[in-house]
């Protein structure tokens, strides 16, 4: 079958299962995209792209183990098919695909966002540009080989949020509280509320436990915000930030929590 007379072959490649399920709500429905697999890690999808022979790949830069980074270097750039990175927040990433003119979704991207880079991808494999993409797609790697200073700090630095198309870079230590709301995350910072489809988890591990703190599984505080720590009746706890927020803390995350605020746990 010619190539533009057959769906357009699509794997999916996310640590994150909401991640995942994200994309697939996108594109089920339409005749002219087949999702062929998906890949949870690097190293899946590695195999995947071998034996599946996608024509479109959405690749997650930030995976545990290897990256997406990693994924193109193993297949090599001549070997890639058309690709749509995904990142959160690597300000880095973002940086170096504005420098290879590839396409990129940022978490949490809206519908249409989705829809212009897979429309960008469908042209660039309708009209066989398979060498300019690998062309591009060498000169991510060149800049990803960059010296240690751009690579990616331990923790979090800042984080993009997409908002109707458009991009702002919040950093963290601007960050007051964070909250969960379901599948998302609230940031907040001063007067303003950022979501972001990420993990309270992911999240937690992610910042600088110098400045943050989990004091609720709904809840990660900056400690130097932390006024009071409120004791109330049976075993309730909360903090009062300095700003008057009163937040939850849980019994089990109690103790670390006087810890780090010097307090002696009863």
Excluded at 133 to 138: K, P, S, W
Excluded at 215 to 234: E, M, P, Q, Y
Excluded at 249 to 265: F, I, K, P, Q, Y
Aim: charged share 30%; no cysteine; proline share 6%.
């Amino acid at each position: 079958m010619p190539m533009n007379d057959r769906p357009l072959r699509v794997l999916i490649v996310d640590d994150e299962p909401l991640a995942r399920q994200r994309l697939l709500d996108l594109l089920k429905g339409r005749a002219e995209i087949e999702v062929v697999g998906q890949a949870t890690s690097g190293r899946e999808a590695v195999q995947a792209i071998r034996s599946l022979h996608p024509d479109l790949v959405f690749l997650d830069v930030q995976m545990p183990g290897m990256t997406g980074f990693d994924v193109v270097r193993e297949i090599g750039p001549e070997q890639m098919p058309v690709t749509i990175f995904v990142t959160a927040y690597d300000q880095y990433a973002l940086q170096a695909f504005e420098v290879a003119a590839l396409d990129y979704l940022l978490k949490p991207f809206d519908d249409e966002r989705f829809e212009q880079a897979l429309e960008r991808a469908r042209r660039l494999w309708k009209l066989k540009k398979v060498e300019a993409l690998r062309d591009r797609l060498l000169q991510l790697l060149q800049e990803d080989r960059t010296p240690e200073p751009a690579r990616p700090p331990k923790y979090l630095e800042r984080i993009a949020v997409e908002m109707r198309g458009q991009v702002r870079v919040i950093p963290v230590r601007q960050i007051d509280y964070i909250t969960a709301s379901g599948p998302y995350a609230e940031l907040h910072v001063g007067d303003q509320v950022y979501v972001i489809r990420e993990q309270m988890q992911t999240l937690e591990e992610r910042l600088d436990p110098a400045l943050f703190i989990r004091i609720h599984r709904s809840a990660i505080v900056r400690i130097d915000l932390i006024d009071v720590l409120l004791r109330g009746a049976g075993g309730r706890y909360a903090v009062r930030l300095k700003n008057g927020v009163r937040l939850k803390v849980s019994r089990s995350r109690r103790e670390a929590l006087e810890r780090r605020l010097g307090l002696n746990a009863e």
